[in-house]
């Protein structure tokens, strides 16, 4: 399979680029949980295994909660971080996101990881740069490392991933998320459905997993709910937050027909009382705050598959 067909690059081949879950197989998912449940229980918080490696976490788009679990998990391994804004950089001046890459590869970094606004920008940067790739959200196109932390949570919390049901609920159109997981889970043996308005959902995805009704989405054995970004009010995508909480937000009330064992997910940051009513977000069904306490382990053990 060529570079470009998969979300990591063949063995062997220069460059250990991570670009996404499409193609992987469930083994090679498997070893990054795998290598994840090590770093979550060993007990030194902090080692010198990369000790002179630099990694640059190029965020071209803004994602604090983001950048900073990967520059936690960068310190871990003892590798020397350099955070990259293009709010502050030569971006702004008119310098392409190519070149800034292509300078920092040129001062010696050894890895970099990268959140992009346009689509398929990164896959062209993959071809022309030789250090590793770490995608830390490409577009509408994935977010890989936020969905293994979501079949990490899973897996913990049900102890397999094969068999699940996963209902993925909100704006399918427009979320990275969504496909990343659909693509792993999958691979992983899980069955996946979407519940999304009309205007959300993307009909290319519907041959892997179909659309579905709320009702049907809450017999899942985990409710996944997608940020609504609030500001597509302005292009008529969602009349308002309050009649998307009522039509596709988890109220508490629909929470209580959930089954006893299922759980709830999203990944972060919550419009509360939108897409989840406030008291849903710490209860004892969510897994959301546990989620994000997984992002370090997971993007440690993506991060050591780079730089080895």
Known sequence: MAEGETGVSIVGTQTKHFLGLKGVSAGEITSILD???????????VTNQFKGKFVSNLFFENSTRTRFS???AQKRLGADVLNFSAA??????GESIYDTVRTLESMGIDAGVIRLKPNGVLQELAEKIK???????????????????DFYTMRKQFGAIKGLTVSIIGDILHSRVARSNLWGLIALGAKVQFCAPESMQAPELAEFAPYVSFEEALKADVVMMLRV???????????????????????????????PHAIIMHPAPVNRNVELDDELVEHEKSKIFTQIAHGVPIRMAVIERALS
């Open 35 to 45: 290598r994840a449940a090590y770093w979550e229980q060993s007990s030194s918080k």
């Open 70 to 72: 990967f520059e936690l």
């Open 88 to 93: 502050e950089s030569s971006v702004q001046k």
């Open 131 to 149: 250090i590793p790739l770490i995608n830390a959200g490409d577009g509408n196109n994935e977010h890989p490392t936020q969905a293994l932390l």
């Open 229 to 259: 970004q609030l500001e597509r009010h302005d292009k008529g995508i969602i009349r308002s937050a309050e009649e998307y909480r009522e039509q596709y937000g988890l109220t508490t009330e629909r929470a209580s027909r959930m089954a």
